[in-house]
């Protein structure tokens, strides 16, 4: 099982909410991560959105929206990405990431579809 | 202005080598730690190595060790990254990422390595 799974694909209408997951294997507590979030454009190296590991440990990447935002669903062992009022522009690939066993992992990504 | 730039990429059969660099520019590169990140085409990222702003700790993933070497040279500006016993599914996009209190924060376009016969 890998250490992160994301969906590898989400719908969602322009306007509206989209919550991406980042799910953690059953044997690594969500609770205890910070969990990074990255946004990469076709053709484009990767960009930094935002770190999220409780509402007193979070970092907004420079010059990125406040309608992305990071959380947590607990019961889901699982790291959020929050982008609300969705934009054309949203369409794209994510992918989150964390520090596990002395190594960065990054997750499958999810190519977000806004239509 | 602030930059990576990769280079080194290019057509090599499996089994042979490779040395990638990575010179940056617009910043004090001797205080950051440099990352190696690759994609395959079509496919997601994945973290290679990892180096310290002085050099002497590096960390690298699994699939990797006893392959690949991450070093830099400060003097320089430039971090490489050597790849031995190349494989057919080593075949990707290799970027270079400049760590910021463990963000990458900075990366370059990549440059591409092709494993194969």
């Known amino acids: 099982q890998a250490v992160l799974t994301q969906p590898a694909s989400l719908s969602a209408s322009p306007g509206a909410s989209a919550s991406l997951t980042c799910t953690l294997r059953s044997d690594i507590n969500v609770g205890t991560y910070r969990i990074y979030w990255y946004q990469q454009k076709p053709g484009s190296p990767p960009q930094y959105l935002l770190r999220?590991?409780?509402?007193?440990?979070?970092?907004?990447g420079s010059g990125v929206p406040s309608r992305f935002s990071g959380s947590k669903d607990a019961s889901a062992n699982a790291g959020i990405l929050l982008i609300s009022g969705l934009q054309s522009e949203d369409e794209t690939d994510y992918y989150c990431m964390i520090w596990h066993n002395s190594a960065w992992v990054f997750g499958g990504g999810t190519k977000l579809t806004v239509l | 202005e602030v930059q990576v730039v990769e280079s080194g990429g290019d057509l090599v059969q499996p089994g042979g080598s490779l040395r990638l660099s990575c010179t940056a520019s617009g910043f004090t590169f001797s205080s950051y730690y440099m990352h190696w990140v690759r994609q395959a085409p079509g496919k997601g990222l994945v973290w290679v190595s990892r180096i310290s702003s002085d050099g002497t700790i590096p960390r690298y993933a699994d699939f990797v060790k006893g392959r690949f070497t991450i070093s830099r040279d400060n003097a320089k500006n430039t971090v490489y990254l050597q790849m031995n016993s190349l494989r057919p599914e080593d075949t990707a996009l290799y970027y270079c990422?400049?760590?910021?209190?463990?963000?990458?924060?900075?990366w370059g376009q990549g440059t591409m390595v092709t494993v194969s016969s």
């Open positions: 999220y590991r409780s509402d007193s440990d979070k970092h907004q």
């Open positions: 990422a400049r760590d910021l209190d463990d963000v990458f924060d900075l």
